[in-house]
């Protein structure tokens, strides 16, 4: 499968644990981003790198979130001292833009915190 | 910033049937108007998408149009199928940093 893979697909904590997300997106893509999405709601942009630098950040992004693309390729998102607000999926996609904005999603990864 | 509005929330329709998904967004800048198919527990998947360039786009049961002075885009799914259920997003965004405002979804429900 040659798509955005995300890993892992599933993740359970408790509240106050960190925990931390990774994106691989298609090969190429320079563009990758990474969005939260709750039940009943479209996803909501948290974030986006060009190669590995890291151009905008959302509001929603509290300063217990962190991401990074340290060599231009894969991501993590970081989120420390998880609170049950945080349960949601993370979902990333990547783009080949600035040639076409065309975005490819994941399959996200569910957060749950108790 | 962009505010996408998606109306109606669930559209339930008949196998054959055609299905209407309306959405109006704010900020007259937004030039690159996207669909997305998101079936439970699977991935948003671009179906469809626009640019203001253009006010109609069609890709065989599915067509795209756009009015630009109203700030409007709707989806149209013609002879609808079970397959075609699903929640469909829109979304707006301009050239730059793409960073699409996403609707609140429409829950389609095609009963065979």
């Known amino acids: 499968d040659t798509g955005v893979s995300q890993n892992p697909r599933h993740k359970i904590t408790k509240r106050g644990q960190n925990v931390t997300f990774r994106c691989d997106p298609i090969s190429e893509h320079n563009r990758l981003y990474w969005y939260r999405q709750t039940l009943g709601q479209g996803p909501e942009f948290l974030t986006y790198?060009?190669?590995?630098?890291?151009?905008?950040k959302s509001r929603l992004l509290s300063d217990r979130f962190s991401a990074e693309r340290p060599k231009g390729s894969f991501s993590t998102l970081e989120i420390q001292r998880t609170e049950q607000g945080d349960s949601a999926m993370y979902l990333c996609?990547?783009?080949?833009?600035?040639?076409?904005?065309?975005?490819?999603f994941g399959p996200g990864t569910r957060l749950t915190v108790l | 910033g962009e505010n996408v509005e998606q109306h109606p929330s669930t559209l339930s329709v008949q196998e054959g049937d055609s299905a209407v998904i309306k959405c109006t967004y704010s900020?007259?800048?937004?030039?690159?108007f996207p669909w997305y198919k998101q079936e439970l527990g699977k991935r948003p998947q671009l179906i469809i998408d626009?640019?203001?360039?253009?006010g109609e786009k069609k890709d065989q049961r599915i067509a795209v149009t756009l009015n630009k002075t109203a700030k409007h885009f709707s989806l149209h799914i013609t002879e609808t199928q079970p397959e075609d259920s699903a929640v469909y997003f829109c979304a707006a965004s301009k050239g730059g940093s793409y960073i699409p405002t996403f609707g609140r979804g429409t829950s389609l429900i095609v009963h065979p």
């Open positions: 790198f060009q190669n590995e630098a890291q151009l905008e």
């Open positions: 626009i640019r203001s360039n253009v």
């Open positions: 900020d007259s800048a937004s030039n690159y």
């Open positions: 996609a990547s783009s080949p833009a600035p040639s076409t904005d065309t975005q490819y």
